[in-house]
């Protein structure tokens, strides 16, 4: 599961996710109010957050589409910096 860092910096991109509203894996973030420009701003800020460098196969609708497939692509980046 992902740290409380992600769900801080995610969860304030989420116009449509009431406060109170439990953020979980499956979460379609599109639905919560992810638009394209929310993904630009939430993608600088997780690598400014993360010291990570999102790479260009990282960049799909697919890693933007819930929680889960973000945490999963972002701890890959993670590791790859670490090594």
């Known amino acids: 599961m992902w740290d409380d860092q992600f769900e801080g910096t ?3 991109h989420l116009g449509f ?13 599109r639905d919560a ?7 630009v701003d939430l993608l600088i800020e997780l690598e400014n957050a993360y010291e990570v460098k999102f790479t260009d196969d ?16 972002l701890s890959g980046l993670r590791t790859a910096a670490v090594s």
Request: aromatic fraction near 8%; proline fraction near 10%; avoid cysteine.
């Open 10 to 12: 995610v969860r304030p």
């Open 58 to 73: 990282a960049l799909s609708m697919e890693t933007f589409s819930t929680p889960g497939a973000l945490w999963r692509t």
């Open 33 to 39: 109010g992810l638009d394209s420009l929310g993904i």
């Open 17 to 29: 996710l009431p406060e109170d509203a439990p953020f979980t894996e499956d979460l379609d973030l």
